[in-house]
């Protein structure tokens, strides 16, 4: 029997938003942080999730919004302390997707030693595109990734060049989190994070497999 759960509409009905952060050394450098011997997690809820066709929301108390380029991963089955060696059997596929980020908001936090939830888990914080089914990308570790604002391109860089891999990823994940179908895995950002204002447009793909395209709007509340 069919589910009735459409990972097409993935974002309507996936519970969790597991992102990793610092996983690209030149990202790292850039914010002049270190790269860690473990993967940084944070979450968002799931009406973080943006589909195209909405706008991504600037919050009304952020006064940098970033954007993050980011492969995410999608689960198809639930998963409990999965072994590596296995990790990619429960994956269903990918989305291209965006971690945007308040980031003076963010730097406020780090300053106090708070956690990062008003910085990242805000509505509309996560952008994502069409669902990707597994068959299309063969090996999601040769990936592309670009985004512009504009026209003018921000981000690009390699899914070669995470610091954990994908398998890595999901077994140390769902060590802590119990992973279930639906739920999505954010894998870091390579280089080139930076500002968006409202109205900007922001264009954003995996070479070959999909694009996407947002508006920046002001959050009314």
């Not at 050394?25 to 473990?38: F, G, N, T, Y």
């Not at 390699?158 to 891999?165: A, C, G, L, Q, V």
Request: glycine share 8%; proline share 7%.
């Amino acid at each position: 029997m069919a589910s009735p759960k459409s990972l097409s509409r993935f974002w309507e009905w996936g519970k969790n938003i597991v992102c990793v952060g610092r996983n690209y050394a030149d990202h790292v450098k850039e914010m002049r942080s270190a790269v860690l011997s473990e993967p940084v997690l944070f979450l968002k809820p799931s009406t973080a999730y943006a589909p195209e066709g909405s706008p991504v929301l600037m919050p009304a108390y952020c006064r940098n919004l970033h954007h993050e380029v980011e492969l995410g991963v999608l689960l198809g089955k639930r998963g409990q302390a999965i072994p590596e060696a296995a990790a990619m059997d429960y994956v269903a596929g990918y989305a291209l997707c965006l971690d945007m980020t308040a980031r003076d908001v963010q730097e406020e936090c780090k300053k106090k030693g708070l956690p990062w939830t008003l910085a990242k888990g805000f509505t509309a914080s996560c952008p994502v595109s069409a669902f990707v089914p597994k068959e299309k990308i063969p090996d999601p570790h040769a990936l592309r990734l670009w985004l512009k604002v504009n026209g003018e391109l921000r981000q690009e860089g390699n899914t070669s060049s995470m610091i954990f891999s994908i398998p890595y990823i999901i077994s140390y994940v769902s060590k802590i989190i119990t992973l279930e179908e639906g739920d999505l895995i954010l894998t870091g950002t390579p280089k080139g994070v930076g500002p968006v204002k409202e109205n900007d447009e922001i264009e954003a793909g995996i070479d070959g497999v999909v694009s996407m395209r947002f508006k920046v709007k002001r959050s009314e509340n």
